[in-house]
């Protein structure tokens, strides 16, 4: 690997451990603990309305209102693995500096 590669290697590894550094704060702070409540609670929501009104919703309907679930959780995944990640992505970074430059 030459020397601009590692660096290029290593400014991406620092730019992702930047991303997840600050969800992982934001998991780890009561309004992010709120945050998730409140995003599991509209997925709530939303399970109520597929379970009440499954028989007379349009396909649109019924579509979108699992588009909507499927996003809620999906940022409540990220949130909620971001701790583990930015492990993940440190230990990508001292792998990423201890290459050999050619």
Same mark, same amino acid.
């Given at each position: 690997? =030459?020397?601009?590669?590692?660096?290029?290697? =290593?400014?991406? /590894?620092?730019?992702?451990?930047?991303?997840?550094?600050? /969800?992982?704060?934001?998991?780890?702070?009561?309004?992010?603990? &709120?945050? /998730?409540?409140? &995003?599991?609670?509209?997925?709530?929501?939303?399970?109520?309305?597929?379970?009440?009104?499954?028989?007379? %919703?349009?396909?649109?309907?019924?579509?979108?209102?699992?588009?909507?679930?499927?996003?809620?959780?999906? %940022?409540?995944?990220? &949130?909620? #693995?971001? =701790?583990?990640? #930015? #492990?993940?992505?440190?230990?990508?970074?001292?792998?990423? %500096? %201890?290459?050999?430059?050619?």
């Amino acid at each position: 690997m =030459t020397k601009e590669e590692k660096q290029d290697k =290593t400014d991406l /590894i620092k730019a992702e451990l930047s991303r997840v550094s600050s /969800i992982s704060a934001l998991e780890n702070m009561e309004g992010g603990q &709120i945050l /998730i409540k409140k &995003i599991m609670s509209d997925v709530v929501s939303v399970v109520d309305t597929l379970r009440l009104k499954y028989r007379v %919703l349009t396909m649109q309907d019924f579509t979108s209102l699992c588009a909507e679930m499927d996003s809620k959780l999906d %940022l409540v995944k990220t &949130i909620k #693995k971001s =701790t583990k990640s #930015k #492990k993940q992505a440190q230990e990508d970074l001292k792998l990423a %500096l %201890l290459e050999p430059e050619e």
